[in-house]
């Protein structure tokens, strides 16, 4: 069975650029997570969707947007790039909350 | 202090050793998990626990709730092992993942 897909895999952008990635859930996952990893740091959680409706949110900037599509594919959107911003970004999926999540390959995001 | 911590945070092995790795976490947790990263890689979901033990191939991993502790166990480690283990929890009231520093393990042959 197909894993999670994340697109683009690899982005570079220009400061104060606009980016977005993509997420597509294993099949029949309706929750969704976005988690940020920068250089030699832990990820971090940035926000998560359970039946198209936001479910939890961590340290997501306020540049940055995220919603769940009626296919359960989610989309984040990264407004005003920063130098900061350039990390892996991953995405996960689950069937329901509380059950394990499986991680897409990231989308590594380069700012210049 | 990190609410999540894994010790050690390097460790080097010759191929056939048995490998622990530990976790200690310092809040509620309703599940814990182990994933594993490869340089410059995804992540893959070794385990999720909430009791107990988990036996997959020549992985074993074990958590005590009382003692908020969980261990990842590899046995007749190989150099395909090398990785990151990263430990990860869940709070009870929330579904994010809460994530460990990570440890890096490098097999040799």
């Known amino acids: 069975a197909a894993g999670v897909i994340q697109s683009p895999r690899h982005l570079i952008k220009e400061k104060r650029e606009t980016a977005t990635l993509k997420c597509y859930p294993i099949s029949r996952h309706d929750t969704v997570y976005w988690y940020q990893q920068g250089p030699g740091q832990d990820p971090q959680f940035l926000i998560s969707f359970y039946e198209k409706m936001q479910s939890d949110k961590g340290s997501i900037p306020d540049r940055f947007s995220a919603q769940q599509f009626s296919d359960y594919h989610s989309e984040l959107n990264m407004s005003s790039l920063e130098l900061g911003d350039s990390a892996l970004y991953f995405c996960a999926s689950s069937l329901t909350v509380n059950n394990e999540q499986f991680f897409g390959p990231g989308t590594r995001l380069t700012v210049l | 202090k990190n609410e999540v911590e894994q010790s050690p945070q390097n460790l080097t092995a010759q191929e056939g050793e048995f490998i622990t790795i530990n976790c200690s976490y310092s809040?509620?947790?309703?599940?814990l998990h182990w994933l594993q990263q490869h340089p410059g890689g995804g992540i893959v979901s070794l385990f999720m626990?909430?009791?107990g033990k988990k036996k997959h191939g020549r992985l074993i991993a074990t958590i005590n709730i009382q003692e908020k502790h969980s261990s990842l166990h590899i046995t007749a480690s190989h150099p395909r092992d090398s990785a990151v283990y990263i430990c990860a929890v869940r709070g009870g009231a929330t579904n994010k993942l809460i994530f460990g520093t990570g440890t890096l393990l490098a097999v040799q042959p």
């Open positions: 809040v509620g947790i309703s599940a």
């Open positions: 626990l909430s009791s």
